[in-house]
């Protein structure tokens, strides 16, 4: 029923608008929950609800009396949905769905009074006011504004826990970044201070960085190593072939027995060891 008429709006009118409330009113909130807990409400449900209102909806364009008829059927439709709802509810609570509780709290106001006041349109309990300020006969819109404040506090709750959320992960980030820089820190000075010789390339055997005891080592300079290959130093041509072959069947090489090929032409006699770096 409606809180109040403005005495613009004829009877009729008033009478079609009261019941297009009553018909749509589950719409929103069986799409509310749909949106909350997608794994816990049956998609079939939610259609049928949308589908069922739209459906009562239609008869608004008919006479006053066969709408008024309609009344008791789409009670049935509340009732079911009710029944379903305890499903639902048992569903998320067990779960320990977030919001749970307050879902539930709307949940058991809307029930009652649509169980109220559809005993009372039934004329099995009388419309006895609990007070001047409350009648029981429109208990259900009052029920409404109840539903509408529990959502607001679940939403409420909801971003209040996102941003939670966020500063958290905002903070694992950051303690993350700082990590990397200290490991990234330590893998240049290892890189850096390593007497060994270190080339960093691709699966072709681009060189793509070298550390500071190639250039010592084999003479060449930083910017040359980086536009040559692993096989362009390697003296000879069948143990690149078996270098490579050996990355591709082994994933790694230990030792592998090889003589690299200074710039001036020297010889020099290595033991290499190449292990992938997956990015």
């Known amino acids: 029923t409606l809180l109040f008429q403005p005495p613009s709006i004829r009877w009729h009118l008033a009478l079609r608008i009261e019941y297009l409330i009553f018909f749509l009113t589950t719409i929103p909130f069986v799409l509310f929950l749909q949106v909350l807990y997608p794994k816990d409400i049956h998609r079939w449900f939610t259609r049928a609800v949308i589908g069922l209102g739209l459906i009562f909806s239609l008869f608004l364009v008919a006479d006053t009396l066969t709408l008024s008829y309609t009344s008791t059927a789409y009670q049935l439709v509340y009732l079911f949905q009710i029944v379903y709802y305890f499903s639902f509810l048992w569903r998320i609570i067990?779960?320990?769905?977030?919001?749970?509780?307050?879902?539930?709290?709307?949940?058991?106001?809307?029930?009652a009074a649509i169980i109220i006041e559809t005993l009372i349109l039934q004329n099995i309990i009388e419309a006895v006011s609990l007070s001047n300020f409350l009648p029981i006969d429109q208990i259900s819109s009052f029920s409404l504004l109840a539903l509408i404040v529990v959502q607001a506090i679940l939403l409420a709750n909801l971003f209040s826990k996102s941003f939670s959320?966020?500063?958290t992960l905002s903070i694992e980030l950051e303690d993350t970044n700082i990590n990397l820089e200290q490991s990234e820190r330590k893998y240049r000075t290892i890189f850096e201070d390593s007497k060994d010789i270190i080339f960093i390339a691709d699966l072709d055997g681009r060189i793509e960085d070298v550390s500071p005891a190639c250039e010592n080592i084999l003479g060449y300079s930083h910017r040359e190593l980086v536009q040559m290959t692993m096989f362009?130093?390697?003296?000879d041509p069948e143990d690149s072939?078996?270098?490579?072959k050996a990355i591709i069947d082994q994933g790694s090489v230990t030792n592998f027995d090889s003589e690299l090929r200074r710039k001036d032409g020297e010889v020099i006699h290595t033991l290499v060891s190449a292990t992938p770096r997956i990015d």
């Open 165 to 167: 959320r966020v500063e």
């Open 241 to 244: 072939l078996r270098f490579q």
């Open 94 to 111: 067990a779960k320990r769905r977030t919001g749970a509780f307050y879902i539930g709290f709307a949940f058991f106001i809307v029930s």
């Open 232 to 235: 362009d130093v390697i003296k």
